[in-house]
């Protein structure tokens, strides 16, 4: 399969190409990645240039974001990921002969809801196999703990049968216990399901249990991760962003008060990417993400097209705050003191990194997230 120069850069960037590469090659992360793209872009580059002329290109390249040595992009990191090309073509190869296709984020059929909701933290790769058409259709998460019992696994069962049932495709991790449970019942329903996988999607294509689904396009395998990737603490957590992006919502059936369940869950509360079901048994996490926000679900529930309410703030509680640098605003109803963003930055960061306007841009926005995070979590503590 021929790629075009801005999907092989892309490649080289973001990608290991075998396991040997990975203890002396630092791929960009997607932030990274973005950072880079936007410079590129910014002076009339893409990622195809850095193939015709890196060394025009990278000379005039300063990381906006200079800090820790293990996270700065240096001229001499990107030249020796560009330098791949040999082990690039012949992983290629390999891959395509296995039946993988891939989708950069420059890609017209690139998952566009992972677009719309993880922005800048979206993979720049996706690695798949499998009927790409599934991702344009709606899908219902689910998520929890590889230890489960046969209570557990009956309630995913009948949940995922319930998701077939009203049209939805069943999105999970393709992890042994729950993911596998409600991906394996939807294939067993006549369903369609997407695994969104941590690591070894080739190993997991050629799995008996999803051969059918392949064979009959009601299945697709995705990863963020090269094809022979083995397991990783972060791999999983970061996968877990994809889940929540691509459904309309996810269902939390197990989880701890620690663990990928726990902190994809609450990541997702943060960001506000889907409604969050979580089913209401005497399961501590379970019980501690109904108390953050989560939507309780029982075991009569029965249908997905009733999407959980989502809690909001009100924008403009926000915007108040940030309307008028240093003045306050007397109002019969309210008296609300403002904040410069500039001064606040100076006081948190001692004045270390104010090269431009975009900085102090970028914390301004962290800064309303976490006000807008700490507002979402006092109302649902005031609404029981």
Sequence with gaps: MHYTET???????????????VKDVR???????????????????????????????????????????????????????????????????????????????????????????LGDNRPPVFFTIGNL???????????????????????????????????????SGGAKG????????????GGSSIGVLADSLLRTSTSKAYREGLRD?????????????????????????????????????KSG????????ANENLKHQWCPLWVRNNEQLGNQELIKLGGQPMTEDFACFKTAPPVFTQPESAINDLFAIPNSTVNTPEKTVTHINPIEIFNQQTKGAYIETQAEVDAYLKALKEELQAALEQQQRITMG
């Excluded at 800090?67 to 190869?93: D, H, Q, V, W, Y």
């Excluded at 219902?140 to 489960?148: A, K, L, Y």
């Design 217 to 253: 396009n009601r299945l697709l395998l995705l990863s963020a991760f090269y094809p022979e990737a083995g397991f990783s603490v972060g791999n999983a957590m970061a996968r877990n962003k994809s889940i929540y992006a691509l459904s309309e919502t996810v269902l939390v059936v």
């Design 257 to 264: 008060i620690k663990g990928g369940t726990w902190e994809g």
């Design 178 to 189: 729950i993911d596998q449970t409600a991906m394996l019942t939807a294939l067993d329903e």
């Design 7 to 21: 999907a092989q850069a892309i490649l080289l960037l973001t990608c290991y190409f075998n396991k040997s590469e």
């Design 27 to 117: 791929p960009l992360t997607p932030l990274q990645y973005s950072r880079l793209a936007v410079w590129l872009h910014q002076n009339n580059y893409s990622p195809a240039s850095l193939l015709k002329g890196a060394e025009k290109v990278l000379a005039h390249w300063q990381d906006p974001k200079p800090g820790a040595k293990k996270n700065e992009i240096t001229t001499e990191r990107l030249k020796k990921l560009l330098a791949r090309g040999g082990s690039m073509a012949f992983a290629l190869e390999q891959w395509t002969k296995q039946g993988v296709n891939l989708i950069t984020r420059a890609c017209a059929n690139y998952p566009q809801k992972i677009r719309e909701k």
């Design 133 to 171: 058409a599934l991702l344009n259709q709606p899908a219902i998460g689910f998520v929890g703990s590889r230890e489960i019992t046969q209570d557990d696994e009956s309630f995913t069962q009948n949940k995922a049968k319930l998701a077939v049932s009203q049209g939805f495709v069943v999105v």
